[in-house]
């Protein structure tokens, strides 16, 4: 049984080292992959740069066409406005693109949101508006309202003369533009830069950046100061203008695409970290591993009950008699041992077939086995599921009886030869038929202080005594 044990070692030693390197492998394989992957991900950022053009060029406009739109024309030129009706249409505005609009009427002095929120334009708040009246162009993009910042995209309403009479508009929440990305940063990592003409950072999908605007004009954030940015140069130093791809690869693994928004004359960055980084990468890895572990596990629990069944089977060949399908000698030792262990007492019986030898040098081997093969069927059908009948060698079988007397065996060994005694054997090249009988020694002994071999010892003396007194018939050991 030790061989066993070792065998058992072997195997679980083997499996355990083969699931280590096949899950390192596994783990190593799988970053590659998705480090590979990364570069392939223009067709999950696409549908990205469709969400933001919608968030910043949906909002252009709008703008667009209140600045346009005659009833906000009439408003601003006129010389009396009906507040609470303006207040309404641009409440109206808001609600249904999920945006703060406003308008700022020159004649009127005055500012008013859809939150109904009045502001004079001569005070301090209002700084914008005087700064961007006198720019050239017509449409403006900022960020105002410190306390609660919103990207603001202004357009400037002109009269039929061409004449400046005020600002339209509408805002986003940079908060709310920050949360509509929040899926991607929190699976993916991304992050979304948007920088204007002087590569300046206007905002970012997690941030505020600072703009060159009044208040801010003291800390602006530049493009070439972001390590991404810097590392991206480095990677690709024949396009440090980034012109000739919409995707790149840094040396670390960081991949970075960018897009173009053209209304503003901006463009935007969306920064994606090595897969290593990256909280859906772990999502799936924990998840394939599990899957994985339970997978190993089942595969373990299989494995062993192959290895049990194969090493059964392997252990009852090797300790079974081919002819007879009877344990051999191997089997019997050790099935002595687990009796001993359980029993205080064992009667031992050793049976022999009487003028084997006869048989087969009159009849020939195939007989002789055909003899062997059909006593040792006698031998088994009578006894216990607990009882043990073996071939001991030759025309010898023993048999291992725990928790029975002498007397007892001799009444079951003595049912048994009758049996034999009485089959008749046929020979096939004749109509002839033949008999022969078995002999038995039966040996009871205490467990303690006792062997197999003081077992057989006896026996086989209560054995030889049957043979010599004529053969047929059991002998107790005295």
Request: glycine share 4%; aromatic share 12%.
């Amino acid at each position: 049984m030790k061989f066993g044990n070792k065998f058992d070692r072997y195997i679980a030693v083997t499996f355990f080292v083969t699931i280590i390197t096949v899950i390192l492998t596994s783990f190593l394989t799988f970053k590659e992959i998705i480090n590979s992957h990364n570069k392939q991900q223009h067709s999950a950022i696409i549908p990205l740069f469709s969400l933001v053009t919608s968030e910043i060029i949906r909002p252009l406009s709008v703008a667009s066409f209140m600045a346009d739109n005659q009833f906000i024309i009439d408003y601003a030129s006129g010389d009396k406005i009906e507040k609470e009706y303006l207040v309404n249409y641009l409440k109206r505005i808001a609600t249904s693109y999920n945006m703060l609009a406003f308008i700022a009427l020159e004649k009127h002095d005055l500012m008013i949101d859809s939150n109904a929120k009045e502001t004079m334009l001569n005070s301090e708040s209002a700084e914008w508006f005087h700064r961007l009246k006198v720019l050239p162009g017509s449409q403006f993009t900022d960020i105002g309202n410190a306390d609660d910042p919103h990207l603001y995209f202004d357009n400037k309403i002109l009269n039929k003369n061409n004449e400046f009479i005020g600002f339209t508009g509408v805002a986003i929440d940079l908060n709310h533009f920050a949360a509509t990305f929040q899926e991607f940063t929190d699976s993916f990592g991304f992050e979304l830069f948007f920088v204007d003409n002087n590569n300046v950072i206007t905002l970012t999908s997690n941030d505020i950046m600072k703009t060159e605007s009044h208040h801010r004009k003291d800390a602006m954030t530049r493009l070439d100061d972001l390590p991404w940015f810097k590392a991206l140069i480095q990677s690709n130093p024949m396009d440090s203008n980034l012109t000739d791809e919409v995707m790149y690869t840094t040396q670390d693994g960081v991949l970075i695409s960018q897009m173009p928004i053209k209304e503003l004359n901006w463009r935007m960055f969306i920064v994606s970290p090595p897969a290593s980084e990256q909280n859906e990468y772990w999502r799936i890895f924990v998840g394939r591993f599990i899957i994985f572990f339970f997978i190993s596990i089942i595969f373990y629990v299989v494995l062993l009950n192959i290895i049990a069944y194969f090493k059964s089977k392997l252990v009852k060949d090797s300790e079974t008699d081919y002819l007879t399908q009877l344990p051999n000698r191997s089997h019997i030792h050790w099935r002595f041992e687990d009796m001993a262990q359980a029993n205080d007492s064992i009667c031992v019986v050793l049976a022999d077939i009487d003028n084997f030898k006869k048989i087969n040098d009159t009849y020939g081997h195939l007989v002789g086995d055909d003899v062997l093969q059909v006593i040792s069927e006698q031998l088994t059908q009578t006894l216990r599921h607990v009882d043990v009948v073996g071939r001991w060698g030759g025309e010898e079988f023993i048999m291992l009886l725990p928790d029975t007397t002498a007397q007892q065996a001799q009444i079951i060994v003595e049912r048994i030869r009758e049996k034999i005694a009485a089959i008749s054997f046929p020979l096939s090249s004749t109509s002839d038929s033949f008999s022969t009988t078995v002999s038995f020694g039966i040996c009871q002994l205490p467990v303690k202080n006792n062997t197999i071999k003081d077992y057989i010892s006896c026996a086989d003396k209560a054995l030889y005594q049957a043979k010599d007194n004529g053969r047929n018939q059991s002998v107790i050991f005295n």
